[in-house]
Nanobody
Framework: AQLVESGGGLVQPGGSLRLSCAAS????????MSWYRQAPGKERELVAQ????????YYADSVKGRFTISRDNAKNTVYLQMNSLKPEDTAVYYC??????WGQGTQVTVSS
């Protein structure tokens, strides 16, 4: 089983990024999926989660209204659209199949 994140990078405050996580080697459509992030010196925190069918979502208060999680079960991919980015969003972002697998992470840096 494998989760591969992409789409991270350097962006100015107020900008946008779209993260993708491509899954393989397991039945993606059976798993709820999450995005976590970990900033230097801080614990890993849950950012957003989406149910297996995509009908239910959860967001941390810190990103609510700015980030959107979605999934395409036909493409075995989960996305995180990040708008109005702030310097405090800087972190390594990880994709997670709830109760199962983790990706290797992608760096997001928000700086002018």
């Amino acid at each position: 089983a494998q989760l591969v994140e992409s789409g991270g990078g350097l962006v100015q405050p107020g900008g946008s990024l779209r993260l993708s996580c491509a899954a393989s080697g397991f039945t993606f459509s059976r798993y709820a999926m999450s995005w976590y992030r970990q900033a230097p010196g801080k614990e890993r925190e849950l950012v957003a989660q989406i149910s297996s069918g995509g009908r239910s979502t959860y967001y941390a208060d810190s990103v609510k209204g700015r980030f959107t999680i979605s999934r395409d079960n036909a493409k075995n991919t989960v996305y995180l659209q990040m708008n109005s980015l702030k310097p405090e969003d800087t972190a390594v972002y990880y994709c997670n199949a709830v109760g199962g697998y983790w990706g290797q992470g992608t760096q997001v840096t928000v700086s002018s």
